[in-house]
């Protein structure tokens, strides 16, 4: 059973909220670390200890002996993630439990798992290497682990590939159909072998001689945040700022990513906003929490949301307020945590270990 957000906590003002949350971190010390993601409200940011992407924040938090207590102000696999990787005496909360993510829910494991059996009866299973993305919930990269997968981030996806390409004759990704899509054109893969997994047709809506060649079999998700932009929005925005340069995460569609000048994931384009010289105009395709974020922060460099007044924002991302930080901080001897089951945690701590032999 979730906690509910109590009254008191919902009608209290900004001011009071920071103070509380600023005299519970302090009676907590040490014992306690605040992570958020980088889509995370700016007045959210502002107290975390890290701010960063999911894998990068969960190890940051597991390499911290002293920490008893893990806040994640994320979303559910964010905070999955954290506790698989945590020390066995940390304890992950994130802050407003009904913060999901509808790409990670595309891909539910009893679809992958009919998926798989598909594989096994056309006999190429045991040449496919499942390949899942951070963005999964823990059974999904448990059924990855276990089945002589890894997880990938959108930094390392392009080693992800080449890694299980060296392992087997085939990769099954998921759950974003872009980010795949992007990844294996740029590694090389013939787009003829790059086919789409439908989970809601008959065998994916795949004929045998497909699957068996394919190179590449892709699940049909999306982030659909990122799916907002399209290459008129880089139009438009070059024809207004002929200086710009445009900068997309690739979990935008592959027309989108043909035509920015970089791709990359948050902490790539984190790190391009910083490096950029003053005067420098950056339209970005990605979150506008992030981008408002990066905005207020280098205030000398112009900033914009490449999709104007579409407003990509995630609405889970952006359910986590400083009501939902107070409350978890007070009460987080009394607060739900999340706890990944000990049996789904090994295969899934597998697959995330394995990320360590990706290529550099």
């Not at 989970?199 to 394919?214: K, M, P, V």
């Not at 699940?219 to 900068?247: A, L």
């Not at 790539?268 to 992030?290: D, H, K, R």
């Not at 009501?323 to 295969?347: Q, S």
């Amino acid at each position: 059973m979730f906690n509910a957000l109590p009254q008191e906590y919902r009608v209290a003002p900004p001011e009071e909220l920071r103070a509380r949350i600023a005299a519970a971190r302090e009676q907590l010390g040490s014992r306690l670390t605040i992570l958020a993601h980088h889509y995370q409200r700016l007045e959210v940011c502002e107290f975390a200890d890290h701010i960063g992407d999911s894998y990068g924040l969960s190890k940051i938090a597991a390499a911290m002996p002293e920490v008893d207590y893990i806040v994640f102000c994320g979303v559910h696999f964010m905070a999955e993630s954290a506790d698989i990787l945590a020390q066995p005496d940390q304890t992950t909360f994130l802050p407003n439990p009904l913060a999901g993510c509808p790409m990670a829910d595309m891909a539910e494991v009893a679809d992958v798992m009919e998926a798989w059996a598909v594989l096994n009866d056309l006999g190429v299973a045991d040449r496919t290497i499942p390949v899942s993305y951070m963005n999964t919930a823990a059974g999904l990269k448990a059924f990855t682990g276990k089945n002589g997968g890894l997880i990938c981030t959108s930094s390392n996806a392009n080693g992800a590939l080449e890694w299980s390409l060296s392992r087997g004759d085939k990769v099954f990704f998921f759950p974003d159909e872009h980010l795949g899509y992007n990844t294996a054109v740029r590694f090389g893969v013939p787009r003829e072998r790059i086919v789409f997994w439908d989970f809601a047709e008959d065998q994916g809506g795949l004929t045998d001689e497909q699957i068996r060649e394919a190179t590449v079999i892709l699940w049909k998700g999306h982030c659909h945040v990122h799916t907002n932009f399209s290459p008129e929005h880089i139009d438009q925005m070059r024809e207004t700022y002929p200086d710009v340069r445009i900068i997309v995460h690739p979990e935008c569609p592959p027309a989108v990513v043909d035509k920015a000048d970089a791709f990359g994931s948050t902490k790539f384009i984190t790190e391009y906003c910083e490096s950029a010289p003053a005067g420098a105009v950056i339209a970005i395709g990605t979150e506008v929490n992030l981008i408002n974020r990066m905005a207020h922060y280098y205030p000398d460099k112009t900033i914009l949301e490449l999709s104007g007044q579409t407003c990509a924002v995630c609405a889970n991302m952006y359910r986590t307020t400083l009501n939902d930080l107070a409350f978890c901080l007070e009460r987080i001897d009394d607060f739900k945590p999340i706890r990944v089951p000990e049996h789904i945690k090994a295969d899934a701590r597998l697959a995330l270990e394995r990320m360590l032999e990706i290529p550099k």
